[in-house]
Protein backbone atom coordinates (compact mmCIF):
# COMPACT_ATOMS: atom_id res chain seq x y z
CA UNK A 1 0.00 0.00 0.00
CA UNK A 2 1.34 3.14 -1.25
CA UNK A 3 0.50 5.95 1.53
CA UNK A 4 2.44 8.96 -0.50
CA UNK A 5 0.48 9.33 -3.63
CA UNK A 6 2.05 12.49 -6.12
CA UNK A 7 0.33 13.61 -9.02
CA UNK A 8 0.84 14.15 -11.92
CA UNK A 9 2.74 11.02 -12.59
CA UNK A 10 4.44 12.53 -15.60
CA UNK A 11 5.15 15.98 -16.95
CA UNK A 12 6.28 17.64 -19.80
CA UNK A 13 6.67 21.35 -20.61
CA UNK A 14 8.38 23.95 -22.35
CA UNK A 15 10.99 25.98 -20.94
CA UNK A 16 9.47 29.11 -19.01
CA UNK A 17 6.33 27.23 -17.88
CA UNK A 18 5.00 27.15 -14.42
CA UNK A 19 3.99 23.72 -12.98
CA UNK A 20 2.90 22.08 -9.68
CA UNK A 21 3.64 18.50 -8.44
CA UNK A 22 1.32 17.31 -5.41
CA UNK A 23 2.18 14.92 -3.06
CA UNK A 24 -1.05 13.69 -1.00
CA UNK A 25 -1.86 11.07 1.65
CA UNK A 26 -4.38 9.94 4.13
CA UNK A 27 -2.19 9.86 7.20
CA UNK A 28 -0.33 12.72 9.39
CA UNK A 29 3.04 13.12 9.12
CA UNK A 30 5.36 15.13 11.46
CA UNK A 31 7.59 16.57 8.61
CA UNK A 32 8.16 15.91 4.87
CA UNK A 33 11.25 15.82 2.43
CA UNK A 34 11.69 16.47 -1.59
CA UNK A 35 13.63 15.16 -3.37
CA UNK A 36 14.87 15.65 -6.77
CA UNK A 37 16.56 12.37 -8.64
CA UNK A 38 18.92 12.25 -11.92
CA UNK A 39 19.49 9.55 -14.34
CA UNK A 40 21.48 6.99 -12.67
CA UNK A 41 22.26 8.87 -9.50
CA UNK A 42 20.39 9.28 -5.81
CA UNK A 43 18.01 11.19 -4.85
CA UNK A 44 19.33 14.37 -3.31
CA UNK A 45 17.74 16.65 -0.56
CA UNK A 46 16.04 19.58 -1.67
CA UNK A 47 13.30 21.01 1.62
CA UNK A 48 12.46 19.77 4.58
CA UNK A 49 8.89 21.26 6.14
CA UNK A 50 7.98 20.36 9.18
CA UNK A 51 5.14 23.00 10.21
CA UNK A 52 1.31 22.48 9.04
CA UNK A 53 1.32 25.18 6.43
CA UNK A 54 4.92 25.88 6.38
CA UNK A 55 5.85 27.23 3.07
CA UNK A 56 9.63 27.54 1.96
CA UNK A 57 11.19 28.68 -1.12
CA UNK A 58 14.27 27.66 -2.82
CA UNK A 59 15.30 30.21 -5.82
CA UNK A 60 12.29 29.14 -8.62
CA UNK A 61 10.86 26.18 -6.09
CA UNK A 62 8.04 26.65 -3.54
CA UNK A 63 7.38 24.03 -0.92
CA UNK A 64 3.85 23.71 0.78
CA UNK A 65 3.19 21.39 3.86
CA UNK A 66 -1.17 21.25 4.07
CA UNK A 67 -2.28 22.46 7.02
CA UNK A 68 -3.17 19.28 8.48
CA UNK A 69 -0.15 17.83 7.60
CA UNK A 70 -1.35 15.11 5.35
CA UNK A 71 -0.24 16.53 1.80
CA UNK A 72 2.06 18.67 -0.01
CA UNK A 73 2.76 20.83 -3.04
CA UNK A 74 6.09 21.86 -4.94
CA UNK A 75 5.36 24.68 -7.45
CA UNK A 76 8.34 25.53 -9.95
CA UNK A 77 8.16 28.96 -11.59
CA UNK A 78 9.71 29.29 -15.24
CA UNK A 79 10.99 25.81 -15.33
CA UNK A 80 14.20 25.30 -16.98
CA UNK A 81 16.05 22.15 -18.63
CA UNK A 82 18.18 21.59 -15.36
CA UNK A 83 14.83 21.24 -13.77
CA UNK A 84 14.56 17.83 -15.27
CA UNK A 85 14.54 14.64 -13.16
CA UNK A 86 12.43 12.28 -10.95
CA UNK A 87 10.63 14.73 -7.90
CA UNK A 88 10.10 12.83 -4.77
CA UNK A 89 8.03 13.45 -1.18
CA UNK A 90 8.94 11.20 1.75
CA UNK A 91 7.20 11.55 4.91
CA UNK A 92 8.37 10.74 8.40
CA UNK A 93 6.31 10.51 11.44
CA UNK A 94 7.15 10.77 15.25
CA UNK A 95 9.17 8.07 17.22
CA UNK A 96 9.85 6.13 13.76
CA UNK A 97 12.90 6.37 11.65
CA UNK A 98 11.78 4.91 8.79
CA UNK A 99 10.97 7.45 5.63
CA UNK A 100 7.88 6.81 3.09
CA UNK A 101 8.31 7.84 -0.47
CA UNK A 102 5.51 8.79 -2.65
CA UNK A 103 5.06 7.27 -6.00
CA UNK A 104 7.09 9.96 -7.88
CA UNK A 105 6.68 12.59 -10.95
CA UNK A 106 8.91 12.45 -13.49
CA UNK A 107 9.27 15.87 -14.82
CA UNK A 108 10.62 16.69 -18.40
CA UNK A 109 11.62 20.45 -19.74
CA UNK A 110 11.83 21.02 -23.09
CA UNK A 111 14.23 23.89 -24.31
CA UNK B 1 34.43 12.47 2.32
CA UNK B 2 33.35 9.66 -0.27
CA UNK B 3 29.50 10.05 2.05
CA UNK B 4 27.97 7.19 0.88
CA UNK B 5 29.67 4.13 -1.89
CA UNK B 6 28.34 1.49 -2.88
CA UNK B 7 29.41 -1.88 -4.72
CA UNK B 8 29.18 -3.23 -7.25
CA UNK B 9 27.65 -0.69 -9.92
CA UNK B 10 26.38 -3.07 -11.47
CA UNK B 11 25.64 -7.21 -11.37
CA UNK B 12 23.59 -10.18 -12.91
CA UNK B 13 23.01 -12.97 -11.44
CA UNK B 14 21.41 -15.99 -12.29
CA UNK B 15 18.13 -17.27 -10.64
CA UNK B 16 18.79 -19.13 -7.42
CA UNK B 17 22.36 -17.27 -7.00
CA UNK B 18 23.11 -15.50 -3.81
CA UNK B 19 25.14 -12.24 -3.18
CA UNK B 20 25.95 -9.54 -1.25
CA UNK B 21 25.69 -5.63 -1.87
CA UNK B 22 28.02 -3.48 0.05
CA UNK B 23 27.11 0.04 1.65
CA UNK B 24 29.49 2.48 3.55
CA UNK B 25 29.69 5.45 4.93
CA UNK B 26 32.25 7.87 6.32
CA UNK B 27 29.74 10.94 7.99
CA UNK B 28 29.55 8.91 11.27
CA UNK B 29 25.62 8.52 10.59
CA UNK B 30 23.65 6.13 13.04
CA UNK B 31 20.80 5.79 10.71
CA UNK B 32 21.00 3.67 7.56
CA UNK B 33 18.60 2.64 4.91
CA UNK B 34 18.43 -0.10 1.84
CA UNK B 35 15.52 1.00 -0.12
CA UNK B 36 14.84 -1.03 -4.02
CA UNK B 37 13.30 1.23 -6.87
CA UNK B 38 11.63 0.08 -10.05
CA UNK B 39 11.45 1.55 -13.44
CA UNK B 40 9.96 4.83 -13.18
CA UNK B 41 9.11 4.37 -9.42
CA UNK B 42 9.74 5.60 -6.15
CA UNK B 43 11.63 3.67 -3.38
CA UNK B 44 10.56 1.12 -1.37
CA UNK B 45 11.98 0.40 2.28
CA UNK B 46 13.80 -2.84 2.61
CA UNK B 47 15.55 -2.84 6.02
CA UNK B 48 17.05 0.36 7.74
CA UNK B 49 18.81 0.28 11.30
CA UNK B 50 19.29 3.02 13.59
CA UNK B 51 22.87 1.97 14.77
CA UNK B 52 25.41 -0.70 14.83
CA UNK B 53 23.46 -4.06 16.34
CA UNK B 54 20.22 -3.16 15.12
CA UNK B 55 18.04 -3.40 12.50
CA UNK B 56 14.35 -3.94 11.28
CA UNK B 57 12.46 -4.39 8.64
CA UNK B 58 10.97 -1.68 5.62
CA UNK B 59 8.00 -2.57 3.67
CA UNK B 60 9.55 -5.35 1.12
CA UNK B 61 12.60 -7.38 3.57
CA UNK B 62 11.18 -11.14 1.89
CA UNK B 63 14.47 -12.20 -0.04
CA UNK B 64 16.65 -10.06 1.44
CA UNK B 65 18.83 -10.19 4.79
CA UNK B 66 21.02 -7.28 6.54
CA UNK B 67 23.70 -7.45 9.16
CA UNK B 68 25.22 -3.58 11.31
CA UNK B 69 28.12 -4.69 12.84
CA UNK B 70 30.03 -1.47 12.81
CA UNK B 71 28.13 2.33 12.18
CA UNK B 72 30.25 2.63 9.04
CA UNK B 73 28.81 -0.55 6.95
CA UNK B 74 25.40 -2.02 6.31
CA UNK B 75 25.09 -4.71 3.64
CA UNK B 76 22.90 -6.39 1.99
CA UNK B 77 22.66 -9.89 1.46
CA UNK B 78 20.07 -11.41 -1.06
CA UNK B 79 19.89 -15.18 -1.02
CA UNK B 80 18.59 -17.48 -4.09
CA UNK B 81 17.69 -14.20 -5.90
CA UNK B 82 14.58 -14.43 -8.00
CA UNK B 83 13.53 -12.06 -10.93
CA UNK B 84 11.41 -10.08 -9.14
CA UNK B 85 14.50 -8.86 -7.41
CA UNK B 86 15.82 -6.88 -10.75
CA UNK B 87 15.66 -3.34 -9.60
CA UNK B 88 17.99 -0.65 -8.53
CA UNK B 89 19.55 -0.45 -4.84
CA UNK B 90 20.10 2.32 -3.06
CA UNK B 91 21.45 2.78 0.22
CA UNK B 92 21.45 5.94 2.31
CA UNK B 93 22.59 7.43 5.52
CA UNK B 94 21.18 10.47 7.87
CA UNK B 95 22.09 11.61 11.30
CA UNK B 96 20.04 11.18 14.17
CA UNK B 97 17.94 14.16 14.61
CA UNK B 98 14.88 14.33 17.32
CA UNK B 99 11.37 15.05 16.20
CA UNK B 100 12.06 15.70 12.19
CA UNK B 101 13.33 14.20 9.73
CA UNK B 102 17.14 14.27 8.64
CA UNK B 103 18.61 14.85 5.88
CA UNK B 104 19.09 11.13 3.75
CA UNK B 105 22.39 10.89 1.47
CA UNK B 106 22.37 8.45 -0.92
CA UNK B 107 24.59 6.04 -2.73
CA UNK B 108 24.99 5.93 -6.36
CA UNK B 109 22.95 2.69 -6.67
CA UNK B 110 23.68 -1.07 -7.28
CA UNK B 111 21.56 -1.83 -10.90
CA UNK B 112 20.73 -5.64 -10.08
CA UNK B 113 19.08 -8.05 -13.03
CA UNK B 114 18.35 -11.44 -12.22
CA UNK B 115 17.49 -13.64 -15.12
Known amino acids: TQLLEQSPQFLSIQEGENLTVYCNSS?????LQWYRQEPGEGPVLLVT?????EVKKLKRLTFQFGDARKDSSLHITAAQPGDTGLYLC???????????FGTGTRLKVLA | NAGVTQTPKFRILKIGQSMTLQCTQD?????MYWYRQDPGMGLKLIYY???????DKGEVPNGYNVSRSTTEDFPLRLELAAPSQTSVYFC??????????????FGPGTRLTVT
Open chain 1, 49 to 53: VVTGG
Open chain 2, 49 to 55: SVGAGIT
Open chain 2, 92 to 105: ASSEARTGVLGEQY
Open chain 1, 27 to 31: SVFSS
Open chain 1, 90 to 100: AGGRLGTYKYI
Open chain 2, 27 to 31: MNHNY
